[in-house]
């Protein structure tokens, strides 16, 4: 009964590296979405995807890319990290036909 | 264009009393409406959902909002503050944009409960 797992919880990078969050669910959605979440601003998203193999930007997509390989797997890779990135990434998925999402634990991401 | 405007950024209420988190929504057709809570350095969790059935709809730990079409409101209550109420409360609304269920989020609402 995992849900949605992200992975790692933490983590600190210095400006210019890269990392990639890691995201896995096991309720056979296919809907899956990454958001950042900053203080006071509610979470916006940063990509999308309706299923393996098809993937989509949202609002905040610059500096970020994706993938989905399969249907349980959505990670999301951070290329040359700036400070404007940090912030805490959820990762969440539904099913077409319900629109209420499940959403991980989060991963605290700062950049210094 | 969808929106989601929470009308409190903070709530302090005292434990026993009622609580009430305001929420008001614009959207161009019958949306579904949800509110979200995140207790700290935790994920979010479903607290309660409206998609178009009863206007008053029940959630878990004795939370419950009522959508009102004509004021454009899907605030939510607690007839009395728990202490592990404490935390942040997302009003999201959706609807089905490109392609996938698009979630909007409002800001947030942080409640506090003091004993």
Redesign the interface.
Known sequence: NAG?TQTPKFRILKIGQSMTLQCAQDMNHN?M?WYRQDP??????IY?S?GAGIT?KGEVPNGYNVSRSTTEDFPLRLELAAPSQTSVY?C?S?F?T?????????T?LTVV | AQSVTQLDSHVSVSEGTPVLLRCNYSSSYSPSLFWYVQHPNKGLQLLLKYTSAATLVKGINGFEAEFKKSETSFHLTKPSAHMSDAAEYFCVVSGSSGGYNKLIFGAGTRLAVHP
């Not at chain 1, 006071?40 to 998203?45: N, T």
């Not at chain 1, 319900?98 to 989060?106: T, Y």
Request: charged share 20%; hydrophobic share 40%.
């Open positions: 949605v809907y979405y006071g601003m509610g979470l916006k998203l999308y309706v989509d959820f969440a539904s077409p319900r629109p209420e999402a499940f959403f991980g634990q989060g605290r």
